[in-house]
């Protein structure tokens, strides 16, 4: 399985759902040798292997930050040098080709665009069934259809059109590659993500944002938002629409974690609005400050203007708090009990959230409802269909020696 | 020995609240005038429905009617569907009059306005009550006889406060659990009153017309009007068959190519040659005797599995939404402002409550598609803001909350 990153050195979903799901198909039986980019220790995983890729001459790749950052490679010799993302995506594809002349396996499962070349190269040295996994595409990223950056867009393409098979995470996705890429809808499956409940740490001690909660307990309401500030999340509109609920409900605060480069634009909108004192912009986050954003909210709102799932949905119900998301979201298809509201429509998007934050009943009716949703879905439905894909690809294929292993 | 069919139509459509933002609070008060094109449009709503169901079923009904001097039947119709048609299709209502006319159609009495008020305010219960008596005079030119309660809501309660309002008889829905082992096809009196009937739905025989008639994995489909006809002769021991059903059930429910309009016109003609024949619910409890005494101190209503208040008040937004309403009562009544009070009693319907209900809304089932709300909880925060400006209207006026 080809994987750009894995928690706990991930920036995003991404992560958390190539462990999530490698967890549950192990459970039911897959030997996965997980191949990452760069170099760490990833305590507590015993159910597959993790192996880093790197070139020859490289003894250590180090993430140095969020997803969009470049790597530090270690030389042998001590030497560091720093690399971009697609110069990065190219040395993984180095390394990725020398890997699969020396390993054994069946199919090759390659997540998201990064390791798009890796895994193509793979395909074409071992003559196994490669099936890409989208989380979300370029266009998706950029905000617009039709839109992103060229390079990227003609990967995701080339893969698309080499894969064997495509999963997307969502009916969302699905439509969207087929829209974008032309590609036939028959050759793609859809297997949605989850957020595991026994994934859910337990709440330890006071919650982390003790101003908030404190300020509850005067009457006030707490909105969040969790997630990369970047176009793609829709935030500009949130706080458009947030203005609105504090003209209404002056007792609101709204709670921003995480950190892209859309940080400074939206913490000078929030003071130009004038909702400066309302909004709390509190940096990227991880473990119990993290989690406890969730908690200590009314409600979780993912206003993206095109999200492919919306993990982050799914963690909100499962910490507790009820969600207002896009309709241009996967996560709307998988649960009902749910606000819903097209990312352009800042009005309507207000009138919800005043009616949450007036009407504790609705909140709590909503949330509920949700979790029960929440509760009744799982990684293993996903594991299923996966090792289904599986076994349709790998079986019936000449049993074929690896391109290379004569040489 | 002949037997009776009691066919009990229930006519109704509730004046939907229109996507009414908090951005109209305090702005405008047209709750329930959406655009046309919208979902909740009670104007497009009615015209559709005109068109499939009340049309052409109420053109076999007075073709029935005419052909056959034994076939008769009872329509309850509620106020708020009356005041939708003399404004929007004043043709269909004309329909309707055109078969009482006939003197075999029976309008049942009911709350004017559809409404849940008898469990929480027996004086704003009375006045509906009698506000649909007197449209029912109007338009009809009859006097109501027989009760229903909005959803079929019965308990010992009702059946006491219509005895003693002079009623003849009260309908309520054939539930085993309080039959026990008692048959709904006679007529009962209710416990703890004197004079009045009780008449009891045959859930099983409505709901084959009502539910399942159009099913095709349904081991008795297709189901015809002899086939029907001949299942009730062949039932031992029956007085009569109480066949309630709503009027839309004719080509709203089950779609014109179901075959529902053939079966609705062949089964009189079918019925009668067995020497049967029908009475209006008047009719029943005054000729048949009754044959035991029902008791029902909980509530039972017509719907889902439960028979219970449960789709309407099961949940916090919808006890909140109608305790919040019923709360306003004195203060709205005291303004003598008839449009406010209209809209007061018009946020009652209970199927305002209905679209908030959440019981099967994971199962994606049939509650979905009457409600024209995306979730329960879009329509919750409608109703809410309509019920937030009903207020500021009252603070308006320099009432105190």
């Given at each position: 399985m080809l994987g750009w990153e894995l928690p706990p050195h991930n920036s995003g979903g991404l992560g958390v759902a190539c462990y999530q799901l490698c967890k549950a198909l192990s459970k039911k039986g897959a030997d996965i040798e997980f191949v990452l980019p760069y170099t760490a220790e990833h305590p507590g995983v015993d159910f597959m292997r993790i192996r880093a890729a790197h070139p020859?001459?490289?003894?250590?790749?180090?993430?140095?930050?969020?997803?969009?950052?470049?790597?530090?490679?270690?030389?042998?010799?001590?030497?560091?040098?720093?690399?971009?993302?697609?110069?990065?995506?190219?040395?993984?594809?180095?390394?990725?080709?020398?890997?699969?002349?020396?390993?054994?396996?069946?199919?090759?499962?390659?997540?998201?665009?990064?390791?798009?070349?890796?895994?193509?190269?793979?395909?074409?040295?071992?003559?196994?069934?490669?099936?890409?996994?989208?989380?979300?595409?370029?266009?998706d990223r950029s905000g617009q259809p039709m839109g992103g950056n060229p390079l990227v867009r003609e990967i995701e393409n080339l893969a698309l059109t080499l894969a064997d098979n495509i999963i997307a995470v969502s009916q969302y996705t699905k439509d969207a590659i087929v829209r974008e890429y032309g590609i036939p809808a028959d050759k793609i499956e859809v297997v949605h993500n989850h957020s595991d409940p026994a994934s859910l740490m337990p709440e330890e001690g006071a919650n982390a944002y003790r101003y908030l909660t404190e300020m509850r307990k005067l009457g006030y309401r707490v909105i969040t938002n969790v997630g990369r500030l970047t176009i793609q999340k829709g935030l500009t509109n949130l706080l458009r629409a947030f203005q609105m609920v504090v003209e209404r409900a002056p007792k609101t605060f709204l709670l921003i974690v995480g950190a892209g480069e859309q940080r400074n634009e939206l913490v000078q909108l929030a003071a130009d609005l004038?909702?400066?004192?309302?909004?709390?912009?509190?940096?990227?986050?991880?473990?119990?400050?993290?989690?406890?954003?969730?908690?200590?909210?009314?409600?979780?709102?993912?206003?993206?203007?095109?999200?492919?799932?919306?993990?982050?949905?799914?963690?909100?119900?499962?910490?507790?708090?009820?969600?207002?998301?896009?309709?241009?979201?996967?996560?709307?298809?998988?649960?009902?009990?749910?606000?819903?509201?097209?990312?352009?429509?800042?009005?309507e998007m207000a009138n919800k959230m005043v009616a949450v934050v007036q009407q504790d009943v609705l909140r709590d009716e909503l949330h509920a409802n949700a979790y029960k949703e929440y509760l009744s879905h799982s990684w293993d439905e996903s594991a299923d269909k996966l090792l289904g894909i599986y076994d349709k690809q790998a079986v019936g294929r000449p049993v074929a020696e690896p391109a290379g292993a004569a040489a | 020995m002949s037997k009776t069919i009691a066919l009990y139509l229930h006519v109704h459509q509730p004046f939907r609240v229109r996507h009414y933002t908090v951005f109209d609070i305090a702005q405008n008060h047209g709750y329930?005038?959406?655009?046309?094109?919208?979902?909740?449009?009670?104007?497009?709503?009615?015209?559709?429905?005109?068109?499939?169901?009340?049309?052409?079923?109420?053109?076999?009904?007075?073709?029935?009617?005419?052909?056959?001097?034994?076939?008769?039947?009872?329509?309850?119709?509620?106020?708020?569907?009356?005041?939708?048609?003399?404004?929007?299709?004043?043709?269909?209502?004309q329909s309707f009059q055109e078969l009482t006319k006939t003197g075999r159609v029976e309008i049942v009495g009911e709350t004017y306005h559809h409404s849940l008020a008898f469990f929480y305010s027996r004086q704003e219960f009375e006045t509906q009550v009698r506000m649909h008596r007197e449209k029912v005079q109007a338009i009809f030119g009859q006097t109501p006889q027989v009760f229903r309660?909005?959803?079929?809501?019965?308990?010992?309660?009702?059946?006491?406060?219509?005895?003693?309002?002079?009623?003849?008889?009260?309908?309520?829905?054939?539930?085993d659990k309080?039959?026990?082992?008692?048959?709904?096809?006679?007529?009962?009196?209710?416990?703890?009153?004197?004079?009045?009937?009780?008449?009891?739905?045959?859930?099983?025989?409505?709901?084959?017309?009502a539910f399942r008639f159009g099913d095709q994995g349904w081991s008795c489909w297709p189901l015809t009007a002899d086939k029907f006809a001949h299942w009730l002769n062949s039932t031992d021991s029956a007085q009569i068959f109480n066949l309630f059903m709503d009027y839309e059930t004719f080509g709203e429910h089950q779609w014109h190519d179901s075959g529902i309009f053939d079966f609705l016109e062949r089964l009189p003609a079918e019925w009668l040659q067995g020497g049967n024949n029908f009475m209006t619910v008047s009719e029943a409890a005054h000729n048949l005797e009754p044959a035991d005494y029902i008791d029902v101190p909980h509530t039972i209503t017509w719907a889902d599995t439960e028979r219970d208040l449960s789709a309407w008040l099961g949940n916090n937004m919808q006890t909140s939404s109608i305790l919040g309403l019923y709360k306003l009562e004195d203060k709205i009544l005291a303004t003598n402002d008839l449009a406010l009070i209209e809209d007061w009693r018009r946020l009652q319907t209970s199927d305002h409550f209905y679209y908030m209900c959440t019981k099967w809304f994971n199962?994606?089932?049939?509650?979905?598609?009457?409600?024209?709300?995306?979730?329960?909880?879009?329509?919750?925060?409608?109703?809410?803001?309509?019920?937030?400006?009903?207020?500021?209207?009252?603070?308006?006026?320099?009432?105190?909350?």
């Open positions: 020859q001459d490289v003894e250590q790749v180090l993430k140095s930050g969020i997803a969009y950052d470049s790597f530090k490679y270690v030389k042998y010799s001590g030497e560091t040098q720093y690399v971009d993302l697609f110069g990065q995506s190219a040395m993984y594809e180095e390394a990725i080709d020398r890997l699969v002349r020396l390993a054994s396996f069946d199919v090759i499962h390659a997540h998201d665009w990064l390791t798009c070349r890796a895994a193509i190269r793979a395909k074409m040295a071992s003559g196994k069934p490669l099936i890409v996994h989208f989380h979300s595409i370029e266009a004038g909702i400066g004192q309302n909004v709390l912009f509190v940096g990227f986050q991880r473990g119990k400050q993290w989690r406890d954003a969730y908690s200590a909210a009314d409600l979780f709102v993912m206003p993206s203007v095109s999200e492919p799932f919306g993990l982050t949905a799914l963690e909100a119900i499962g910490y507790g708090t009820p969600v207002l998301i896009s309709k241009q979201s996967g996560v709307s298809e998988m649960i009902h009990n749910a606000l819903k509201v097209d990312f352009w429509d800042i009005h | 329930f005038d959406a655009d046309y094109d919208d979902r909740t449009s009670n104007e497009r709503i009615i015209h559709k429905v005109a068109e499939k169901s009340y049309l052409p079923t109420n053109e076999r009904l007075l073709k029935l009617l005419q052909t056959h001097p034994e076939f008769r039947l009872s329509l309850s119709i509620t106020g708020t569907v009356i005041e939708q048609l003399e404004r929007w299709a004043p043709h269909v209502l309660n909005t959803e079929l809501a019965y308990n010992n309660d009702l059946a006491y406060w219509a005895d003693q309002a002079g009623y003849k008889a009260i309908l309520a829905e054939g539930w309080v039959l026990g082992w008692r048959s709904p096809n006679y007529v009962y009196r209710p416990a703890y009153t004197e004079h009045i009937r009780l008449l009891m739905k045959n859930y099983r025989l409505s709901d084959d017309i199962d994606g089932d049939i509650h979905a598609y009457f409600s024209p709300y995306d979730n329960p909880y879009d329509a919750f925060i409608a109703y809410t803001n309509a019920c937030h400006d009903l207020r500021y209207r009252l603070v308006q006026k320099g009432v105190q909350l």
